[in-house]
């Protein structure tokens, strides 16, 4: 009878406190639901924007993002989607008079900068300012503040202009010290993925491809700087190769900045600007706040009517993978649906494709793409490319009417590639672990990672890998209407930024998803429309669902490793692409 009292009190206890979470989170909901209500802007506003770390693509689905809750609420950064939108919102609404960019720390790559760059560019066609400071300048945040009247820093503060270095993270040693061995099998020259694996350094042609690229990327750096700031690009070249800058002292003087700062003098300024009372506060908000007020969005409904047809946009961000993916990754299946939703539905006229991945998955990348063909002989399609458009990226852009990419978007890398590891070292001579068995067919056991590959093994391995490349090649000799010889001489696994690209027929245009929306219209033949978004992103709930204890880990290994933690996911990396071939970039492209 104790025992049953004692399961009856726990059964009760349990209940109580399933309550009481549930009426915690219904809580949470009700305040995260408020706080998504229209936020009023007051008249003679300044519009704060400050980033820090990477920029999604999309705005996250968090509706507790305002709300402290065991650290979930310290992710409350603004997707491209609605910085854009906001920023050209901000050009019209009467009751901003300029923009206050602030010191930021930017994670994502070269193209997602652009894209706000000429979104802040634009602004200024309205005649309202920009004023820039930071107590430190970094190269990315540097090149988007370039474009403000007044670019300001702090007195003491530091100015990085230096020039851009992208290295890379070799991992034979460490592997050859535990007795692993990198067995590679690909295609192309340039196809450099692996190549931590098997080498100490770069090879030549690998150094050769980063220098054309990085050279690329860095030639258009200066040459934007020096327009913003009516300098010469060579001036440019020289103040960062002799390290000419610094101290802010330096900046001033050769016109990078115009002026040395203290904060409160940078207020003093903002108040003088929008007719603020020396004794008041300026009247500011937030970027993430701007996206809930209630001021006409005219990037979002500018050409919008009831009676006008669809356009519907697809986000495929991340790596490449079969399966349903999530809104960090692409997954095959949920991309696949999204494009098949879009050319199904009557409504919708045309589809903008927004990539941003380094590839991944040969296979998924190939579900997709077939999607993408289908899509295109019911309806117009156009590919948006964003910092990364690359391999995978590319299968599954290739096949679209149109192509359009950002100067510095990092594109190509046709090429595929297949890593299977060989342990027996590791097994035998540091575990004194041996494997036996019986095998009812010569290559039962292929891709067994206990043993060496035989040469016939790696030769059905090195067919399955050219079969592969013959498809890719195929694929975009098809979609770009040009030979499957030629894309072979500018494929073999070569990266090429946007500007390259358009040279060699890879991309149609320079210019961002604006663009792409306004040529989808265009080919639909529609002046009027709507935009509807496809995949549907996951709500917060289902997010913590799901993922929460991963989460918890990565932020975890995040606080404990810190600027370490890329190498763990670089090797993290490497162990997930020995599971199938992949069309992908050669590694994670870094630019420093």
């Given at each position: ?18 309550f ?18 229209g ?15 990477t ?7 968090n ?33 901003i ?41 970094t ?45 590679i ?25 980063v ?15 020096g ?84 356009i ?26 999204a ?57 599954i ?18 090429g ?19 494997f036996?068995g ?63 690209a ?59 490793l810190?600027?370490?933690y ?27």
């Open positions: 009878m104790k025992q049953f009292f004692k399961f009856v009190l726990a059964t009760i206890v349990g209940l109580i406190f399933t009481l979470i549930i009426v915690f989170i219904c809580f949470l909901i009700v305040v995260g639901a408020s706080s998504d209500k936020v009023h802007v007051d008249s003679n506003s300044v519009l704060h924007i400050s980033f820090n770390g920029i999604p693509e999309r705005t996250p689905n509706p507790l993002a305002d709300i402290p809750f065991l650290g979930l609420d310290d992710n409350k950064s603004v997707g491209l989607n609605d910085i854009l939108a906001d920023i050209k919102k901000a050009k019209t609404d009467d009751n008079k300029g923009i206050y960019l602030d010191e930021s720390y930017i994670e994502s790559q070269q193209a997602t900068v652009e894209e706000i760059r000429n979104a802040l560019i634009d602004f200024k066609k309205s005649g309202k300012f920009i004023i820039a400071y930071a107590e430190v300048y190269q990315s945040f540097y090149y988007l503040a370039s474009v403000a009247d007044k670019v300001y820093i702090n007195p003491k503060g530091i100015f990085e202009f230096k020039g851009f270095s992208s290295q890379i993270t070799f991992l034979k040693g460490a592997l050859d010290k535990l007795g692993i061995e990198a067995q099998i690909k295609v192309g020259t340039y196809k450099s993925a692996v190549e931590p694996l098997i080498l100490t350094k770069m090879s030549d042609a690998n150094r050769m491809q220098t054309s690229y990085l050279g690329s990327l860095y030639d258009h750096f200066l040459t934007n700087i327009k913003s700031r009516n300098i010469s690009k060579d001036s440019l070249f020289n103040y960062a190769n002799n390290l000419t800058i610094q101290y802010p002292e330096d900046a001033l003087k050769y016109r990078l900045v115009d002026g040395l700062k203290y904060k409160d003098e940078i207020l003093d300024e903002l108040k003088a600007r929008t007719g603020t009372n020396k004794k008041s506060n300026v009247a500011s908000v937030d970027l993430n706040e701007y996206a809930k007020s209630d001021a006409e969005n005219d990037y979002k409904d500018e050409k919008t009517s009831s009676s006008g047809g669809r519907a946009i697809i986000y495929a961000s991340g790596e490449i993978t079969g399966g349903e993916g999530d809104d960090n990754t692409i997954g095959s299946e949920r991309i696949s649906k494009l098949r939703k879009a050319r199904l539905d009557n409504k919708i006229k045309a589809v903008v494709l927004r990539v941003n991945s380094p590839g991944g998955s040969s296979l998924a990348s190939d579900v997709m793409w077939r999607e993408v063909m289908l899509t295109k002989k019911a309806k117009p399609i156009i590919v948006s490319m964003g910092d990364l458009a690359a391999s995978g990226g590319y299968y852009s290739c096949a679209a009417d149109s192509i359009f990419a950002e100067p510095n978007t990092i594109t190509g890398s046709i595929i590639f297949a890593i299977l590891p060989n342990m027996q070292k590791l097994f035998n001579d540091k575990l004194g672990i041996t036996d019986v095998n009812t067919g010569k290559y039962a056991d292929l891709g067994d990672i206990s043993k060496p590959l035989t040469p016939d093994e790696r030769l059905i391995l090195q067919n399955q890998v050219n079969h592969g490349y013959d498809d890719f090649t195929k694929a975009v000799a098809a979609g770009r209407h040009k030979t499957q010889a030629y894309i072979n001489s500018i494929g073999q696994g070569r990266v090429w930024t946007g500007e390259q358009i040279k060699i027929g890879l991309v149609d245009k320079l210019g961002n998803i604006d663009d792409a929306i306004h040529s989808a219209a265009k080919m639909a033949g529609l002046h009027e429309y709507n935009l509807i978004t496809y995949p549907e992103q996951k709500s917060f709930f289902d997010k913590v669902g799901s993922n929460f204890n991963v989460e918890m880990k990565t932020r975890a290994l995040k606080s404990e810190g600027i370490n890329k190498y763990y996911e670089q090797i993290k990396g490497m162990t997930e692409m020995m599971r199938t071939p992949q069309t992908r970039l050669p590694y994670d492209i870094v630019v420093n």
